[in-house]
């Protein structure tokens, strides 16, 4: 039985439009079939044949769903489409449609995207903001979930590069991505001009498009360009959302309820901090007790009052993981409100703060610690040098001096427990106030740094034992041993310097220590403690404790930085709940609790992995900032000559980075000389076939800078004067058998044409 459409003598005869399919689909009692709509419309013939054409495509869409006899409205998503990363929330990624484009100007449908787990996900590598993934869709509840069937290729994601017109007039985009070679066609310039950085996107499917400009950044050379470029290139959040800020300065008026909190505003606590710190998270008090030990306190900022679960706030600083410093700007994981004014651990003004109270033995041991939330009044805040400079002259104050002499006891301590010890220089970029280099050095290590650095360390191991005595969550900064594969690599490349790692033995980082103490060359030890280095694992942030490797410690966390960490800030929230060191609930339009969410208190996985991935992200764009900086420093002493140590050693060339300045930059082996260099993977050497002269990573040469390049920080080194004439040659020398052997011929040695004497034909005779 035919059923009857709804309003048919309403309907306009001929081919309907995609809306108006939906508007009769919609009105419909029962469902509608391509029989009802041809008849509703009075479609005839070829119409009918269209109308199928139309019906099969708008399923394809989404926007309806049905087999050919039956339709209904689907809601816009298609079964299988391609979707556009744009948000990534506790480690998963949140996509739109790539191209929407609906009749109302509806807002596109979030969905949820489930990644792969396993050998696929480590194929694809995880999403980031921006990617463009083909999908299969599908309503989950009240939602939409898409499962990933292929990422689309690289070429088709936004490329950051600076404009070139060449001679013709035509455009080009030049990658400031040291690992891209090649220049690419730009079809749309949209008013950039040469020499502007900008962000651009395929103009095209097909790659011969070329690309078009979305955006204009401005001079790549300008000050703050650097960390511009950086800041692009791995998509990190750099500007708040106007509801995040709206909530901010809420949330900096907030009240503190002093009833509530211990009053620690009579102790001289003190912030020892880099002279250029803009935010001051801990500071730090001792005094001498009866038992021969010391009274601590370290005090942080108390975040958690400030930023609670499940407000914009939160939203905002779990997108970012943490703070990101570059040498031209700090990337703040919150709002200036709070991370530069009312969470700052400023000197003379009352702050929030979650005081941590340590007993310190006689013997550098923590004995007892508890936790409270506190009101403190910071006494000073000291610059690194200045402190240091104060103990040294004999001009500290009674409380420095009881800091510094708390810390000899935590330095015994430490030293018993023998963790890795690596002298890994930090450099240092010193801009003016116009933002030009004014300096590039490695930064100093005192004592007032290692100070601080132990009363932190003694903090976070504090966080983590008082949760683990609740039995609470934790979020652990764990550091794993090395793996077995990783040991054996070790062992090779050390058998090279006859020396030997035992690996039957418990693997601890007072093994790594010894190895390095019994090496008396500086040249030597140099190569290994880069290969110690190489052996480590990264750290990361989970649930699960497996201890801290590098710190020899056995619980630890990260609870010292909340300002600029979100690991830190979910460790002072499970603090608040395990307890009870809740505040009352405040009037003001934000959250009512500072504890943890339900939905972290459940689960804290997926936000430690998100957090672990975003801190990977800081540190990569920090150091090719820091690359850049270095390059622009050089670029305007390309040809002078440097003293640099090799850092690593390739089938291709070797790297070598300036001593006390950094910043690798490649040799190309075509650069060595016109003798082969055969490439020992083991010992990770290059040695010249006829010469001897090897090439090992730690060993220091005479290179001249032969080019500098600011735009993708890429530094590259050859010979000083010709084929390793400055580079100390190791084993023979080279002979030849007799004079006429090699010949100069235009500005080479070349030798006999033919076949080299000593590789014999193996083909037949004929």
């Known amino acids: 039985m035919n059923r009857k459409p709804q309003n048919r003598a309403k309907l306009p005869h001929g081919m309907p439009t995609r809306q108006q399919v939906l508007d009769f689909i919609a009105s419909s009692e029962e469902p509608a079939g391509k029989r009802e709509i041809a008849r509703a419309f009075g479609l005839k013939g070829q119409e009918k044949i269209q109308l199928k054409a139309l019906l099969r495509d708008m399923a394809d869409e989404g926007l309806i769903d049905g087999n050919r006899t039956a339709f209904h409205r689907m809601g816009g998503v298609a079964k299988v489409t391609v979707l556009r990363v744009v948000e990534i929330e506790d480690g998963e990624a949140y996509a739109i449609p790539d191209s929407w484009q609906p009749d109302d100007a509806s807002p596109p449908p979030r969905l949820r995207i489930v990644e792969p787990k396993g050998k696929a996900a480590r194929r694809d590598g995880a999403l980031k903001v921006g990617d463009r993934v083909l999908c299969r869709t599908e309503e989950a509840g009240q939602g939409w979930r898409a499962h990933p069937m292929k990422k689309l290729a690289h070429h088709e994601d936004q490329m950051l590069g600076v404009v070139e017109i060449d001679g013709g007039g035509k455009g080009w985009l030049a990658p400031v991505d040291k690992r891209v ?29 070329g690309v078009k400009v979305t955006a204009v950044l401005g ?8 960390s511009l470029i950086a800041i692009h290139k791995h998509g ?13 300065q809420i949330a900096a008026k907030l009240p503190l309820a002093e009833n509530k909190r211990e009053d620690l505003r009579h102790l001289p606590i003190v912030a020892i901090d880099p002279s250029d710190a803009r935010d001051h998270d801990d500071a730090i008090w001792a005094q001498p007790n009866e038992a021969g030990g010391f009274d601590a306190i370290v005090a942080i900022a108390d975040v958690s009052f400030y930023v609670r679960p499940g407000g914009m706030l939160d939203r905002e600083a779990r997108k970012r993981g943490n703070s990101v410093y570059f040498p031209d700007r700090v990337v703040p994981m919150l709002p200036e409100v709070l991370s530069a004014d009312v969470c700052s651990l400023r000197s003379g003004e009352d702050r929030a703060a979650m005081a941590c109270h340590l007993t310190i033995d006689s013997e550098g041991r923590i004995t007892e610690f508890r936790f409270t939330r506190a009101l403190v009044r910071i006494a000073e805040v000291i610059a690194y040098e200045e402190a240091q400079r104060r103990i040294d002259t004999g001009e500290a104050p009674e409380h420095l001096n009881n800091l510094w002499a708390a810390w000899r006891l935590l330095e015994s301590a430490r030293s018993k427990r023998d963790p890795l010890e690596l002298e890994i220089p930090e450099r240092r970029v010193r801009l003016d106030e116009h933002g030009k280099i004014v300096e590039i050095a490695v930064r100093e290590r005192l004592d007032a740094h290692r100070v601080v650095e132990d009363f932190m360390i ?24 090395p793996s077995r594969e990783k040991l054996v690599a070790l062992k090779e490349y050390l058998s090279t310097f006859d020396r030997n790692i035992a690996l039957g033995q418990v693997i601890t980082p007072g093994l790594f220590n010894r190895l390095l103490k019994d090496v008396t060359d500086e040249a030597e030890r140099i190569l290994v403690m880069e290969a110690v280095l190489r052996s480590q694992t990264q750290a990361y942030y989970g649930p699960r404790n497996a201890g801290h490797f590098g710190l020899a410690l056995g619980s630890y966390a990260h609870f010292t930085s909340p300002i600029r960490r979100y690991a830190d800030l979910l460790v002072h929230r499970a603090l608040v709940d395990a307890f009870g060191l809740e505040q009352p609930a405040p009037k003001a339009d934000v959250p009512g609790t500072s504890g943890l969410s339900e939905r972290d208190r459940a689960d804290l996985t997926r936000i430690a992995e998100a957090i672990s991935a975003a801190e990977r992200r800081a540190m990569e764009a920090e150091r090719e900032t820091i690359d850049r900086y270095v390059a622009a420093w050089l670029s305007g002493r390309v040809g002078e000559t440097f003293t640099t140590r090799i850092t690593d050693v390739q089938k291709f060339g070797l790297f070598a980075t300036i001593l006390g300045l950094g910043g690798d930059g490649l040799v190309p082996v075509s650069t060595l000389g016109w003798e082969r ?25 005479e290179l001249k800078l032969a080019e500098a390049n600011p735009l993708t920080g890429a530094l590259k080194f050859e010979p ?27 500005g080479h040695m070349a030798g006999k044409r033919g076949r080299p004497g000593n590789i014999r034909h193996q083909g037949k005779r004929r």
Do not use: C, W
């Open 720 to 746: 000083v004067d010709g084929p390793g004439s400055k580079i100390e040659p190791r084993g023979r020398a080279m002979e030849f058998k007799k004079k006429g052997d090699f010949q100069k011929k235009g």
């Open 236 to 248: 990190i959040p750099f500007t708040f959302p106007g509801e995040v800020l709206e909530e901010g």
């Open 458 to 481: 003694a903090a976070n191991v504090a966080a983590a034992k008082a949760l683990e005595s609740k039995v609470a969550p934790v979020v652990y900064r764990i550091h794993e041993p």
């Open 181 to 209: 070679r090649n220049a690419v066609p730009i079809a749309d310039l949209a008013g950039a001009e040469a020499g502007n950085l900008v962000l651009a996107e395929p103009a095209g499917r097909s790659p011969r498009s």
């Open 677 to 701: 260099f055969n490439y020992d993977e083991r010992a990770q050497v290059l040695e010249g076939e006829q010469s001897g002269t090897k090439f090992a990573i730690g060993q220091i040469v």
């Open 219 to 226: 001079d790549p050379l300008a000050p703050r360009a650097f």
